[in-house]
Antibody, heavy 121, light 106 residues
Framework: ELQLVESGGGLVQPGRSLRLSCAASRFTFDDYAMHWVRQAPGKGLEWVSGISWNSGSIGYADSVKGRFTISRDNAKNSLYLQMNSLRAEDMALYYC??????????????WGQGTMVTVSS | SYELTQPLSVSVALGQTARITCGGNNIGTKNVHWYQQKPGQAPVLVIYRDSNRPSGIPERFSGSNSGNTATLTISRAQAGDEADYYCQVWDSSSWMFGGGTKLTVL
């Protein structure tokens, strides 16, 4: 079974940084685009960022542009999200999700279980 | 930014047909994807590109998209279909999700 496992979440003070990781297994990681999607407690889904298979195309939601950086290491089958200048409104469960294709214009067919980020002083 | 409008809740009697709509300006010109999310679980893709079912998704799930409305249809609704459902589109270099619809099976 295809698998994505997120890690790196936790409690962080406003203005500080956190790096999330997503480990992929049981599929050819570098064949697919990847995404981060978040969900605040009791709220809906919000796309955060996406990256194509070779990192050639990258996109961010306006709400995180300039503060978050997505990256991937295909040799390690891993996806990352560097989050700087964190705000209270960034508090959410962060999901890693796999695209159905190499570009990030396709639906997300596999999701991890998420890692929680809590921003509080 | 592009807005997607979903009803907050939809109710359906057991065994009947549920229809969940997703409204957006000329959404019929876009590819719409649908996700099911049960409490405490990650979302699951149930329909992609308007009307295509991923492997493992029952035929009871179907989708359509035309004009300003995309629709997810769940036939012969079961108790296990109770969940939040989200539509999704790609627009102007960004992915957008609808606000979600809570489906209750009575």
């Amino acid at each position: 079974e295809l698998q994505l496992v997120e890690s790196g979440g936790g409690l962080v003070q406003p203005g500080r940084s956190l790096r999330l990781s997503c480990a992929a297994s049981r599929f050819t990681f570098d064949d697919y685009a990847m995404h981060w999607v978040r969900q605040a407690p009791g709220k809906g889904l919000e796309w955060v960022s996406g990256i194509s298979w070779n990192s050639g195309s990258i996109g961010y939601a306006d709400s995180v542009k300039g503060r978050f950086t997505i990256s991937r290491d295909n040799a390690k089958n891993s996806l990352y999200l560097q989050m700087n200048s964190l705000r209270a409104e960034d508090m959410a469960l962060y999901y890693c999700a796999k695209s159905r294709s190499s570009g990030y214009y396709e639906a997300f067919d596999i999701w991890g279980q998420g890692t929680m980020v809590t921003v509080s002083s | 930014s592009y807005e997607l409008t979903q009803p907050l809740s939809v109710s359906v009697a057991l065994g009947q047909t549920a229809r969940i709509t997703c409204g957006g300006n000329n959404i019929g010109t876009k590819n719409v994807h649908w996700y099911q999310q049960k409490p405490g679980q990650a979302p699951v893709l149930v329909i992609y590109r308007d009307s295509n079912r991923p492997s493992g998704i029952p035929e009871r799930f179907s989708g359509s998209n035309s004009g300003n409305t995309a629709t997810l249809t769940i036939s012969r609704a079961q108790a296990g279909d109770e969940a939040d459902y989200y539509c999704q589109v790609w627009d102007s270099s960004s992915w957008m999700f609808g606000g979600g619809t809570k489906l209750t099976v009575l």
